[in-house]
């Protein structure tokens, strides 16, 4: 007989097929809870069992998930994320990603662990959850309309201000390969395309508002963790002052900031358009995600020559480098008017970014010509071409149509070695953080089953002393590692990180909290109940990563797949990288041993028949 489940859940999944019109509710156990945790754990179990492999995944038979943790919506701080996937469209394997705002404490309320969306609706609508009661509206009078219009047309037609709205805009509706979903105004389920497959099922919105949070097991014990947190905050000054991006003129000096499509290393102009810069310009306040006391989220404001909407929020880290120095642009208005009319068109920055980058790069070298770009030049520094260009993806016009399509469709297309500067792995354009400096990472960035993935990832910098090296010290990391070390050593430390990150992506906690793996299986057996620990939620975090090891190798990829641009295993032309290019040997070395840790084939990467037994895949 299955168990109820009793802390944190709700026990409960929604699946709406558009295709057929229907609703349905099931329950889900204790059991089920423990083995998947929720979060990525849910989404990757979900589009695992029930997809079939070589779908289109724009088509009817792809689904998109939305899923919640145990923690969502409680009274932890950090809690107020969700977690979305789907087959990409962009990358043809799993896409997982995660966002802040309200929406998945919302959705808590409102009686639901995750949502399941199926087929594809004749007309356009959006989803209207409420306290457990759920129906299908018209959203024709939406479409087309940016993600600020639809989420205040939605608030009046429901008379309710307050009413939590994830929807796609042009971007989404157009399919845009690395279309994303906004959790309000600015914050985005940002990668893989997820708001392409949205757009492909025309649904505009998934509109939630509830009252009752499922019970805490043990409050006590999570108000102990809450007075540890209020006693550190401390270690969250940076976060709660600047937000992201304070350490961009560092981070130029070391070589971690990309720079013109990272080909290069210096970038004077990094001031103009760091988070300090951007406290003493253009920012008017800070704003948070739910029930969050580090509010690390910009909002900024400008008159001109661009009028920027503070309803945006304003640009991350990410986004400052990716609209900035990686396309060699300076101009701090620019980047605040591309990041706010990505978020009103649902389009990730990220690969917006690195799709502008591309293709300057290919326009310098005579790879695209006025010709082919509607006469815009595209030359590194142009900033007039960032406003113009993401107007034109959004609704996939001119050349618009072309960059919509990602990185390595383009690189494909041209042709004439552009896929050696060509910034994605398996279609992924990568993360604003340099492989060359962190190997750890580039490791990370060749076999995350995502792509090139900058979240879900070490960061090798980190762990040559202080606090995040402490956090590791119960699991057996006693000592630093050094940077440039690609080791075993490193590996061991990027999977023993990499299943951590996991845990946080499944409960779903928000990373910049700096709960250690110890208080974060705490934080779960606090509110679930459940006598867990550390090496139980490492086991979870495992069995997900094989099972999205296990999605990608039925849809074809192999271990070919797992590998860097070449652009990497050269020196950038200057700067702290100028000799310092990965060796393609040891890198893959380092994917091998990597492979045999996580108890797949040494050569093919395929998890062997007793590790699936060993995490009951089978
Ligand atoms: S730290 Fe920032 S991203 Fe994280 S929950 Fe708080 S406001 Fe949101």
């Keep these: 007989m299955t168990k109820k489940v009793s802390g944190g859940y709700n026990g409960k999944i929604l699946r709406v097929d558009l295709s057929a019109n229907t609703i349905a509710t099931e329950v889900i156990d204790e ?89 594809i609706s004749p007309k356009p609508v959006y989803l209207w959850v409420h306290d457990g009661e759920v129906t299908i509206r018209d959203a024709g009078h939406l479409w087309g309309k940016n993600t600020k219009e639809t989420q205040a047309s939605i608030r009046a037609e ?18 845009v390969k690395y279309a994303c979903i906004m959790n309000g105004l600015y914050d985005a389920v940002g990668r893989g395309g997820l708001g392409a497959v949205m757009g492909s099922k025309k649904l505009k919105a998934v509109v939630v508002k509830g009252h009752k949070a499922p019970k805490i097991a043990d ?49 004077p102009g ?58 060699g642009i ?48 595209l030359r590194f520094g142009n900033d007039e071409v960032i406003p113009k260009l993401i107007e034109l993806i959004a609704r996939r016009e001119g050349i618009g149509d072309f960059l919509a399509e990602g990185v390595a469709r383009m690189a494909q297309k041209i042709g004439r070695g552009s896929e050696e500067f060509g910034i994605q792995v398996k279609g992924l354009e990568a993360g604003m953080h340099e492989p060359r400096l962190k190997p750890g990472l580039g490791l990370g960035f060749m076999v995350n089953p995502h792509g090139a993935d900058h979240e879900c990832n070490l960061h090798d910098t980190l762990y040559v002393g202080g606090r995040p090296l402490e956090e590791l010290k119960p699991l057996g990391i006693l000592e630093p590692v050094p940077v440039d070390d690609i080791g075993p050593r490193k590996v061991g430390l990027f999977r023993l990180v990499q299943l951590v990150k996991i845990v946080f992506d499944s409960l779903v906690v928000c990373e910049f909290f700096p709960y250690n793996p110890e208080q974060l299986a705490d934080a779960t057996a606090a509110v679930t109940g459940w006598d867990t620990g ?50 393609p040997a040891k890198m893959e070395k380092a994917k091998s041993y990597y492979y045999t840790l996580m108890g797949w084939d040494a050569t093919t990467g395929i998890p062997t028949p007793e590790k699936l037994e060993e995490l009951d895949l089978i």
């Design 31 to 119: 059991l089920f809870c423990r083995k998947y945790l929720g979060g990525a754990g849910f989404v990757t179990y979900f589009l695992w069992k029930e997809l079939q492999s070589g779908i289109d995944p724009l088509s009817p038979d792809n689904k998109l998930v939305f899923a919640l943790g145990p923690l969502t919506g409680g009274p932890l701080p950090g809690g107020g994320r969700n977690c979305v996937g789907a087959k990409s469209p962009l990358t043809g394997g799993i896409a997982k990603s995660e966002v802040g705002g309200f929406w998945g404490a919302e959705l808590k309320r409102a009686g639901f662990d995750a949502v399941i969306i199926e087929g």
């Design 158 to 175: 429901l008379e309710d201000d307050k009413v939590r709205v994830a929807s796609i805009g042009p971007g989404g509706e157009n399919l």
């Design 219 to 267: 409050p006590e014990r999570v108000k102990a963790l809450r007075q540890w947190l209020q006693a550190n905050m401390q270690l969250v000054q940076n976060f709660r002052e600047f937000g992201t991006g304070a350490a961009m003129e560092v981070y130029e000096t070391v070589g971690n900031l990309p720079v013109r499509n990272f080909r290069d290393g210096l970038f």
């Design 270 to 327: 990094v001031k103009n358009i760091d988070a300090p810069t951007i406290k003493n310009t253009i920012r008017i306040r800070m704003d948070a995600c739910f029930g969050c006391p580090i509010r690390c989220k910009k909002v900024v404001q400008v008159e001109e020559p661009y009028a920027v909407d503070p309803a945006y929020g304003g640009p991350e880290y990410e986004t400052l480098a990716a609209l900035g120095s990686n396309c």
């Design 330 to 377: 300076d101009n701090l208005k620019a980047i605040a008017k591309g990041n706010e009319l990505c978020n009103a068109y649902s389009l990730d920055t990220i690969s917006a970014g690195s799709v502008i980058a591309f293709a300057m790069e290919c326009f310098e070298k005579g790879l695209l010509s006025s010709q082919d770009t509607n006469g815009i030049e």
């Design 534 to 583: 550390v090496l139980e939620q490492l086991r979870v975090a495992e069995r997900i990563l094989t099972m999205a090891r296990l999605f990608n190798i039925r849809e074809g990829f192999s271990a070919a797949d797992d590998r860097l641009p070449r652009r990497f295993f050269q020196s950038t032309n200057d700067g702290a990288l100028a000799d310092k290019p990965l060796d």
